[in-house]
């Protein structure tokens, strides 16, 4: 059983940055492809980009594309989501999640195990 813990969020006002963490535990995990999701409030959950924890290959959609970089740490087991030049609209709750092959994902059904979440919320 993986487990996802995620820990970052907060409040960010317009135009900064925020790091959010996934801490991943159990096993299997490092052959996993892992992304991440936002779910806006009164919206459905969206992908916001993921990761191949081995090999490192890389996808975002377009409208974070170059603004949310996603990177790992092997050592320490740990994804992150650099998220910059934030706009309002970017308020959700952010989870991690993980899909049991190494193989890209963009919709929820796709994955199989999830983070709690953690909110940001980003002022005007």
């Known amino acids: 059983q993986v487990q996802l813990v995620e820990s970052g969020g907060g409040l960010v006002q317009a135009g900064g940055s925020l790091r959010l963490s996934c801490a991943a535990s159990?096993?299997?995990?490092?052959?996993?492809?892992m992304g991440w999701f936002r779910q806006p409030p009164g919206k459905e959950r969206e992908w916001v980009g993921g990761?191949?924890?081995?090999?490192?290959?890389?996808d975002y959609p377009d409208s974070v594309r170059g603004r949310f970089p996603i990177s790992r740490d092997n050592k320490n087991n740990t994804l992150y989501l650099q998220m910059n030049r934030l706009k309002v609209n970017a308020t959700a709750v952010y989870y991690c999640?993980?899909?049991?092959?190494?193989?890209?994902?963009?919709?929820?059904?796709?994955?199989?195990?999830w983070g709690q979440g953690t909110q940001v919320t980003v002022s005007s």
């Open positions: 159990g096993p299997g995990f490092s052959n996993n492809f």
């Open positions: 990761i191949i924890w081995i090999g490192g290959y890389k």
């Open positions: 999640a993980a899909r049991r092959v190494p193989a890209l994902g963009v919709a929820t059904y796709e994955y199989d195990y």
